[in-house]
C-alpha cells in the first residue's frame, strides 16, 4: 500500500498542470492501472523477494503443464476411439471419484498416518498412469483415472490441498 500511496504522489507531482492542482488524463489512467495492479497483487509481488517470485513461477510452470495434461487426456482417449460424449462422462466420473478419494484420504491419514497416506496417493498414481500404458479399453481408463486420482480438478488445486492437508497435521 506504501508503495501505491507513493507512486500515486509522484505521478500526481509530475503531470500536475503548472496552473491548476487538476491531475492529467495520463495520470488519472496511470493512477487506475496501479489500482489494478495492487487488487490483483501484483504490485506485491513486484517488491516481494526473489525466493517468492520463484515460487509463483514454479506454481504457474506446473499448473500450465497440468491443465496441458488435462488437453493431452482428451485427445489420447479420442484418438484412442472414445466419442466425445464418452470422453465428457469421463471428465465428470473422474472428478467426482477426485473428490471421494480425496475426502477417503484425507479421513483415514490420521488412523493410518500420513507418510503411509501420501505414499499411497503416489502409488494410485503410478498405478493409473501404468494401466493408461498398457490399456485401451474405456472402463478400464475410467476405472484407474477415478482410483489414481487423474483429472483436470485434481491438477489444479487438489494436489497442493491433499498434502497440505495431511503435512499440516504432521
Same mark, same amino acid.
Given at each position: 500500500?506504501?508503495?501505491?500511496?507513493?507512486?500515486?504522489?509522484?505521478?500526481?507531482?509530475?503531470?500536475?498542470?503548472?496552473?491548476?492542482?487538476?491531475?492529467?488524463?495520463?495520470?488519472?489512467?496511470?493512477?487506475?492501472?496501479?489500482?489494478?495492479?495492487?487488487?490483483?497483487?501484483?504490485?506485491? !509481488?513486484?517488491?516481494?523477494?526473489?525466493?517468492?517470485?520463484?515460487? =509463483? @513461477?514454479?506454481?504457474?510452470?506446473? %499448473? &500450465? $503443464?497440468?491443465?496441458?495434461?488435462?488437453?493431452?487426456?482428451?485427445?489420447?482417449?479420442?484418438?484412442?476411439?472414445?466419442?466425445?460424449?464418452?470422453?465428457? !462422462?469421463?471428465?465428470?466420473?473422474?472428478?467426482?471419484?477426485?473428490? =471421494? @478419494?480425496?475426502?477417503?484420504?484425507? %479421513? &483415514? $491419514?490420521?488412523?493410518?498416518?500420513?507418510?503411509?497416506?501420501?505414499?499411497?496417493?503416489?502409488?494410485?498414481?503410478?498405478?493409473?498412469?501404468?494401466?493408461?500404458?498398457?490399456?485401451?479399453?474405456?472402463?478400464?481408463?475410467?476405472?484407474?483415472?477415478?482410483?489414481?486420482?487423474?483429472?483436470?480438478?485434481?491438477?489444479?488445486?487438489?494436489?497442493?490441498?491433499?498434502?497440505?492437508?495431511?503435512?499440516?497435521?504432521?
Amino acid at each position: 500500500m506504501a508503495f501505491a500511496a507513493s507512486t500515486f504522489n509522484s505521478l500526481h507531482e509530475q503531470h500536475t498542470s503548472p496552473t491548476t492542482s487538476e491531475p492529467t488524463t495520463q495520470t488519472m489512467a496511470t493512477r487506475y492501472l496501479v489500482k489494478v495492479l495492487e487488487e490483483l497483487g501484483l504490485v506485491s !509481488l513486484y517488491t516481494s523477494t526473489i525466493d517468492t517470485k520463484l515460487l =509463483c @513461477i514454479q506454481r504457474f510452470v506446473r %499448473l &500450465f $503443464a497440468y491443465g496441458s495434461s488435462t488437453l493431452i487426456l482428451v485427445a489420447y482417449l479420442n484418438a484412442v476411439g472414445i466419442s466425445e460424449t464418452k470422453i465428457g !462422462l469421463f471428465m465428470t466420473l473422474t472428478l467426482a471419484g477426485d473428490v =471421494c @478419494i480425496s475426502f477417503l484420504l484425507t %479421513l &483415514f $491419514a490420521d488412523a493410518l498416518g500420513r507418510k503411509a497416506i501420501l505414499a499411497l496417493g503416489a502409488g494410485l498414481m503410478t498405478v493409473a498412469g501404468a494401466v493408461f500404458a498398457l490399456f485401451g479399453n474405456y472402463w478400464v481408463l475410467l476405472l484407474a483415472a477415478i482410483v489414481g486420482v487423474i483429472s483436470p480438478r485434481y491438477c489444479s488445486a487438489i494436489d497442493l490441498q491433499r498434502i497440505l492437508l495431511i503435512m499440516e497435521q504432521w
